[in-house]
């Protein structure tokens, strides 16, 4: 059974960094993109960006280009989202998510990790 | 960037209504659509990918359809399950739409 396994909730004081970790189960990531989804309380599904682990290519949507840094370690069957200069508007659950099916969209997600900024 | 646009925003519908949530993208996407169920505190749920195509598991009462700038997805028969908020998602460069929450009236 495919499972995307999250790190725990972080909580980070403003202008600090968190990085979130995506570990992979019953699933060769290798095979699509990873992408990595914010969620702020009580708002909507904002894409911020995907990694290809074959080769490592990023895509970033432009409001977080220049603060997020999505790595993979196929290695570990892990996918990591690193997001710098926290400031209270990036207290959000943060979901990875990919297509295994092969249909379109994103078929498995991680749980959410909440990490909230606050001084 | 694709923008995507879902009306209405707040759905109050009773158990058994048809409710049709509609999905606009600000250039041509084709086919490349896909709708999410959520609920709180949970991660969102493929509901329907390529504009019509029922993701495995899912009841036959969500149906999708459109092509092009303009899609909806239908559930033809109002199941108590079924309040949650919905998603549309364009694949070509992966944004969502604001949201639909189907309320009870």
């Known amino acids: 059974e495919v499972q995307l396994v999250q790190s725990g909730a972080e909580v980070k004081k403003p202008g600090a960094t968190v990085k979130i970790s995506c570990m992979f189960f019953?699933?060769?990531?290798?095979?699509?993109?990873i992408h990595w989804v914010q969620q702020a309380p009580g708002k909507g599904l904002e894409w911020m960006g995907r990694v290809n682990p074959e080769d490592d290519e990023t895509i970033y949507a432009e409001k977080f280009q220049g603060r997020v840094t999505i790595t993979a370690d196929t290695s570990r069957d892990t996918v990591y989202m690193e997001l710098t200069s926290l400031t209270s508007e990036d207290t959000a659950v943060y979901f990875c998510?990919?297509?295994?099916?092969?249909?379109?969209?994103?078929?498995?997600w991680g749980q959410g990790t909440l990490v909230t900024v606050s001084s | 960037d694709i923008q995507m646009t879902q009306s209405p925003s707040t759905l109050s519908a009773s158990v058994g209504d048809r409710v049709t949530i509609t999905c606009r993208a600000s250039?041509?996407?084709?086919?490349?659509l896909a709708w999410y169920q959520q609920k709180p505190g949970k991660a969102p749920k493929l509901l329907i990918y390529?504009?019509?195509n029922l993701e495995s598991g899912v009841p036959s009462r969500f149906s999708g359809s459109g092509s092009g700038t303009e899609f909806t997805l239908t559930i033809s028969s109002l199941q108590p399950d079924d309040f949650a908020t919905y998603y549309c998602q364009q694949y070509n460069s992966w944004t969502f739409g604001q949201g639909t929450k189907v309320e009870i009236k």
């Open positions: 390529e504009a019509s």
């Open positions: 019953g699933y060769l990531f290798s095979d699509d993109y």
């Open positions: 250039q041509s996407i084709s086919r490349w």
């Open positions: 998510a990919t297509l295994v099916g092969g249909g379109g969209g994103f078929d498995y």
